[in-house]
């Protein structure tokens, strides 16, 4: 090939890249941008487009070593990508640069493979159109194509996603970066990261070049800063090209643009007009959700927790099914992730079986999800036993609801890559009504994501309980080895006395029974109530040993529980066993004139002016599975809060209720009357 040909004479000869292009004279914006970037000399048509363009008033002074082509979509940016490719790969002398046996590298970096492996195949197109370049090709891979130039350079030219550790350890000739305002600007392989990680493989060759060419995005990221700081300016160095698609390929149909423009003008400027959308934002920092991803992996279940799950469904096209499990933890008012799982099957039942497995494993028996194929969904959930609730709230009102945790750091998720990507992808845009939006970019995915944000609101929106307003702080205190003593030392109030320990019972039979130990106490004037022991047996020989032992250990008079055809057994087992007889009753003082059994609203009342702020509150273990518990009983369940769903809340209900009526000071007194007050006046 003649030495002297420029990339202009290059196009337009039949036997080199002419071959490859229909109608040269709709790409004549590409060649007036080829004759600035590569400082070739311009008629007055071509100044009058350059520096309309590139918002500069003087002509290049000669070549530039980058060029940032901020493109509409559409606008040829790919296949022209491919010929500035094969040219810095084919008519350039790099053997100053290039050692024996060294081979130089021309990169084409994407957001991934799969979308660089469009330009790739345009260079093996273009190459093997023409009869003069295919005789260069040395070899062909999926991913790359080698060549020998006529200066005996060998040159690769190679395809790879935008990773800055992939970059490293080769020489690079030129790097191609395409579709670049797209890259993870805040991902797992910044931007940012692969640029600083790109310039020092070119140092060594100083007629390397840095070429970005994409359609314009965000206001943020490389492509932005570099519009920012170099449009309309002198830099010798460095030329920003800016242009509608029409000014590129002027085969794209204004009426095409216009509509789409109607249908959705703030996409479509930035799509077809080149303009950076002013209503996206990223959502997440890198700094804050760095600060979340502290779990190593995932949690082992643990009894004493009350666990809940999101599962995002997919159809097996491309999506993950995923499922998030977690807990609120109530000693440091966390939410933590405890297992975060992803399945890309073709069937999602097989995903549906497994999930299942893991839910019974937490010992969950509703799992939320969002409204993809609900009715499908709903009915793999609860054919295999599990109870499916659709999420009220759409994906990005669930992304919003999460944003508050991660920047306050109250959510804490594993280190999982996938998920901070995931994450950190994420935009904000502002819609015509001025709501924000959060969604993924495009050709990106969020389904760990989404799964995470909906954990989050499951575990949240308990907080709309029963008991919500009340003193679920946990008071942390102590007891002593040898309870005889009867004392029990506490932080913030010295020794108090203990007077009296009840047992309070729920047996539901089907699920584990609960029993709770509350002890009356008094330091002085004031009284206390102290909740000293849970215990939790699905067993039901278990459970009455334990609750046996727990009535020696504590000194207990009485196990407080409501009417059940179990407790006839449980007292004939107790008896049999020659421990001792256990007298299970209701308290008098608290069951309503005219009805049979324990009124359940009437123990609920009690314990939750336990836990009202400002008065002397039942003191609970910080390891207490309780708070748990009490968040997820709301108003309409309390009422039958005894049946099979809620044991825990039962028995400690029952054990309140009955120290409540030995503890009164006048203060106390007031508060029960007015509890009382407001039962008759729901009632």
Request: with cysteine; proline share 5%; glycine share 6%.
């Amino acid at each position: 090939m003649p030495s002297k040909l420029n990339i202009i004479d290059a196009i337009k000869s039949e036997q080199l890249f002419g071959a490859s292009f229909k109608d040269l004279s709709t790409w004549q914006a590409w060649i007036t941008l080829f004759r600035a970037f590569f400082g070739l000399p311009m008629d007055d048509a071509d100044l009058e487009l350059y520096r309309q363009c590139t918002g500069r008033k003087n002509p290049p002074k000669g070549p530039f070593r980058e060029l940032w082509c901020i493109v509409g979509r559409r606008g040829g940016k790919s296949f022209m990508s491919a010929v500035i490719a094969i040219w810095l790969g084919l008519f350039k002398d790099y053997r100053k640069y290039l050692t024996s046996g060294e081979r130089g590298t021309v990169m084409i970096i994407s957001a991934d493979r799969a979308q660089s492996q469009v330009i790739l195949r345009y260079v093996k197109g273009i190459l093997h159109a023409s009869p003069i370049f295919s005789q260069y090709i040395e070899s062909e891979l999926k991913e790359s194509i080698d060549l020998i130039n006529d200066y005996g350079n060998r040159i690769c030219i190679e395809v790879m996603s935008c990773s800055y550790r992939a970059i490293r350890g080769r020489t690079v000739l030129a790097a191609l970066l395409d579709e670049a305002s797209f890259w993870r600007v805040e991902g797992q392989n910044p931007d940012k990261e692969v640029l600083a990680a790109l310039r020092p493989s070119m140092a060594s060759i100083p007629s390397s070049k840095l070429i970005a060419i994409s359609s314009p995005y965000a206001r943020f990221g490389s492509v932005f800063e570099a519009f920012t700081d170099y449009y309309a300016s002198d830099d010798p160095d460095v030329l920003v090209w800016r242009a509608p698609t029409r000014f590129m390929n002027p085969t794209i149909a204004q009426d095409y643009i216009d509509k789409q423009l109607k249908k959705d003008p703030s996409s479509a400027t930035a799509e077809y007009l080149a303009e950076f959308r002013e209503d996206i934002e990223s959502f997440l920092s890198r700094e804050a959700v760095e600060s979340c991803a502290i779990l190593p992996g995932d949690l082992a279940p643990e009894g004493h927790r009350t666990y809940f799950a999101f599962v995002d469904p997919s159809g097996g096209k491309g999506d993950q099914f995923t499922l998030a499990i977690g807990y609120r933890s109530y000693r440091d008012e966390k939410l933590k992730t405890a297992l975060l799982r992803g399945w890309n099957l073709p069937d999602p039942e097989v995903a549906v079986i497994d999930i299942v497995d893991i839910l019974k494993h937490f010992r969950i028996s509703t799992v939320m999800g969002d409204r993809y194929a609900a009715g499908w969904t709903q009915s793999a959930f609860t054919k295999r036993g599990i109870d499916y609730q659709t999420c009220p709230k759409a994906k990005s009102d669930l992304y919003l609801s999460m944003e508050g945790y991660v920047n306050s750091q109250r959510l804490e998720i594993p280190q999982n890559p996938d998920l901070i990507e995931e994450l950190l992808n994420l935009d904000r845009t502002r819609g015509k009504s001025g709501k924000d939006r959060v969604d993924h970019p495009r050709g990106r995915h969020d389904d760990l994501a989404n799964a995470v944000a909906g954990l989050c609101y499951a575990l949240t929106s308990t907080e709309s309980s029963y008991f919500v307003g009340c003193d679920l702080s946990a008071v942390s205190f102590e007891v002593k080895a040898r309870f005889h003593r009867k004392v029990v030392p506490t932080a913030d109030a010295g020794d108090i006395e203990i007077v009296r320990t009840v047992i309070g019972l729920a047996w539901p039979g089907e699920r584990a029974g609960y029993a709770v130990v509350v002890a009356e106490g008094k330091h002085g004037k004031d009284r206390y109530l102290f909740l000293l022991q849970e215990i939790e047996e699905l067993d039901s020989s278990r459970l009455i040993k334990l609750v046996i032992a727990a009535k020696k250990t504590h000194g207990v008079d009485t196990v407080y529980a409501r009417p059940d055809p179990y407790l006839d057994y449980y007292n004939r087992e107790a008896y049999r066993r020659g421990s001792l007889t256990l007298s299970i009753s209701d308290p008098p003082e608290l069951t309503p004139a005219g009805t049979q059994g324990v009124h359940i609203h009437h123990h609920l009342k009690m314990l939750k002016g336990r836990l009202e702020p400002g008065r002397k509150s039942l003191l609970i273990p910080k390891e207490s599975r309780l708070p748990g518990y009490l968040m997820e009983l709301t108003p309409d369940k309390a009422v039958t809060a005894t049946d099979l769903a809620y044991p825990a809340i039962a028995a400690a209900a029952f054990a309140v209720s009955a120290c409540d009526t030995w503890v009164y000071d006048e203060n106390e007194q007031q508060i029960i009357d007015e509890l009382n007050a407001s039962l008759v006046e729901e009632d």
